[in-house]
């Protein structure tokens, strides 16, 4: 009797403990549920009373959606709002189509500036050329208007016209276009390198992008190449299903490539390859950079986790985080994160605080205290805590000051116009070549623009003396500061005779885009690219190539610009909707 009154007790105890947690999980939702409808009350009176009381009159649609779009801001970088205006930028980010005239435009002044025409698409087929200023659409002038509110009116339904007017060298034309359905190509480049290396350049993971890269490939397959270079640098990502397709292609049926994990388990999934591989044995080489993210970084780390090739370049942005589209009322749309994304090692490749990026908005830089190490399928040390740090880093040079003001003031962009209508042919890439007579009309050019800049040193001295002046030590040190701001100063003659060589590659690659468009520019520039012509050593040394698979350390000679040195290879780094990454 005592043993049964002993049990007795016991149930009775867990039955109350589970009502008290019954009880309590229900007493927390009621009271997430109170506040949730409690702050969407004060919400609607706030306005409510903002509506009513204000001075002037308020545009609902502007102050709702600057409410939304500041909340969505608390919580990550790509949760995004659409109202309905916007929700053709949500399909060309996840298809890569819209309806237009094949261009892109910016602002310049009084007019917008047409900076890009693709190859057989309305704008290109009717004459419109890089360089022309837009002036009229549809007989309404565009002075003054954004490069935005321009391309909304370029934008339509395909199949209807329209009339544009551009001012070429001073002369006003009109052309009649009729828009189609703009499919930017996500492979806008494929060659061979040499007799035994195929390179196909990779920009975008939109809808059936496989189908590009796959024939992409089997189209230089032909050739029998030895080794293969995959470029996905300033590759944004896109959908999730089309990098896992990617992979497929050189890694056969049955390896993991990515696993996404969020709130609501019952969408957790992995994804595996299901498919022959069009080729798993040869060597392959991916280049990337630090715009390299989301889906990139997927194919990426999926490909150095198997270790089926090398990564080369840079560290990659640093996106893990999967979103998925969901309708909203009156046909908006909400991007939502919903998961992060783990890749076959086990890491989440996320930077941890993206609070804090770097300009380019890549992750910036990571206490070694919050690093957690993983292994590829051959041991060898990998790295979470913010994008793929490639087997072999190599940096970029960065622009000298004078090449960076050419270019970021749009004047590369502008002579490059003017070569052209000086010199209407040019029969191939290989025949152009931009000479010394050349570089000195740039020069001219420069002059007549007059073009000049403050180097960051002079900025800062000019500071300093701001600042000796303001606590009154310039008296004291004059001298020394007038000799320092002379000796400083910048000569812009001495400048472009230094820097000729870099100022060159950006003139040349600008006017080779504007006689045979990107695909020309990418051909051009991969002769002298520093990432591909490692990735293209590296593949043509087939014992370090693999002993940085196996994770094994060995001499390479590495060329530098001035001597060739001797240094040890770097083993590696120490539901519903269409969903993007």
Known sequence: MKKVHKWRIAIIFVVLLTAVGSSAFLLNRETRDFRIAKNLDIFFSLFRELNTFYVDEINPDNVIKSGIDNMLKTLDPYTVYYPESETDELGFITTGKYGGIGSQVRSSDDFAVISVVYKGFPADQAGIKAGDLLKKVDGESLKGMTAQKISDKLKGNPGSTLKITVERNGKDIDFTLKRERIIVPPVPYYGMIDHGTAYIRFTNFTQNCIDEVKNAL????????????????????????????????????????????????????????????????????????????????????AIQDLDRGIIVGQRSYGKGLVQVTR?????????????K??????????????????????????????????????????????????????????????????????????????????????????????????????????????????????A?????????????????????????????????????????????????????????????????????????????????????????????????????????????????????????V
Not at 264 to 289: G, H, R, S, V
Not at 363 to 369: K, L, M, N, R
Not at 380 to 395: A, C, K, M, N, S
Request: one cysteine or more; hydrophobic letters at 35%.
């Open 460 to 580: 800062t001295i000019n500071e300093l003396i701001t600042i000796a002046k303001r606590e009154k030590y310039y008296d004291l040190h004059k001298d020394l500061l007038a000799k320092v701001e002379t000796e400083i100063t910048h000569d812009l003659d001495h400048d472009l005779a230094i820097f000729k060589d870099e100022i060159t590659e950006l003139l040349e690659d600008e006017i080779i885009s504007r006689y045979f468009y990107e695909e020309g520019a990418i051909a051009w520039t991969i002769k002298k690219d520093e990432q591909i012509l490692k990735a293209l050593d590296i593949l043509n040394n087939p014992a370090q190539y693999e002993s940085i698979l196996r994770g094994v350390k060995v001499p390479t000679l590495i060329k530098d610009k001035n001597k060739d040195t001797i240094v040890t290879a770097d083993v590696g780094p120490d539901h519903k909707g269409l969903i993007s």
């Open 327 to 339: 309708p909203l009322s009156y046909n908006t749309q909400l991007k939502v994160t919903t998961a």
């Open 341 to 458: 994304y783990y890749i076959p090692s086990g890491r989440c490749i996320q930077a941890l605080d993206f609070s804090h990026p770097n300009e380019d908005g890549s992750v910036g830089i990571i206490p070694d205290s919050l690093i957690s190490e993983f292994k590829t399928r051959n041991g060898r040390i990998v790295r979470d805590g913010g994008g793929i740090t490639p087997d072999i880093e190599i940096l970029p040079e960065p622009l000298s000051q004078v090449a960076a003001e050419l270019y970021l003031r749009y004047l590369i962009f502008d002579y490059a116009t003017t070569f052209y209508w000086a010199h209407p042919e040019i029969q191939n890439p290989e025949q152009f070549s931009f000479t010394d007579h050349d570089y000195s009309d740039f020069r001219e050019f420069l002059v007549k623009r007059n073009f000049n800049y403050r180097t960051v040193m002079e």
């Open 218 to 301: 089997v189209s230089l397959k032909a050739g029998n190449p030895k080794q293969v270079i995959l470029d996905l640098r300033s590759n944004p990502g896109g959908l999730l299903t089309e990098a896992v397709e990617i992979v497929n292609l050189f890694v056969g049926p049955g390896n993991e490539v990515v696993s996404t994990k969020g709130k609501i388990k019952q969408f957790d999934e992995d994804f595996k390859t299901t498919k022959e591989a069009i080729d798993e044995k040869i060597p392959l080489a991916i280049i990337i950079n630090r715009s390299s993210a989301s889906a990139a970084e997927i194919v990426a780390g």
